[in-house]
């Protein structure tokens, strides 16, 4: 064949080629589902608010609590039943959000006491106390608990971040210990546990403090 000949010929297949490349057709659009409009943009969802419900029972009485835990301030529910006089329910406001609750019998009276733990907002996450005590089985009565800041000793370097829970026959208190220079985040004085003994008080019941351990 003939140089001529030949460069035709491969022109030619070079055209068809070319076409047939070109002739490809359009990749078929996504299904309406995975269309988003033009402004749509991925968004977090907020975090539901922990909302805390707890039934409880000790010796034949039945504490049902609820809290919405939605709010720095938050309403706290107790539904006693099972006393043999009042099982009014009580009502009542708490800095802060309900982490947890527990029954015991601190002082071996054959009555419950009911303890539940609050955790205020902010970075200080300050614990308080909600408690009350059943009176022979018969109807409730408050326990309270001294702020920190009454007992010099206790309060040295307590800036929140509380932790409760009933050990044994006591309740017990848990923080750690700030130095003079410490962040917020990274305390270096080690922990401090305070425990609390049940008594009887003036008009009803108080934790008072029986020991407390460093570590």
Known sequence: MKPAAFSTVALAAAAVLGAACGSKEPAAP?????RLPATATATAEPAAPSRFQQTLTLQGVTFTLTCDNDSSINQLSIVPAG?????TAITQDVDGQVVGAEVADLDANGSPELYVYVRSAGSGSYGSLVAYAAN????LSGISLPPVAENATIAK?????DEFAVVENRLVQRFPVYRDDDTNAKPTGGTRQVQYKLVPGEAGWRLAVDRVVEY
Do not use: F
């Open 136 to 139: 022979n089985r018969k109807s």
């Open 157 to 161: 370097g307590y800036l929140g971040h």
């Open 30 to 34: 996504p299904p309406p589902e995975a």
């Open 83 to 87: 006393l043999e006089i009042d099982n």
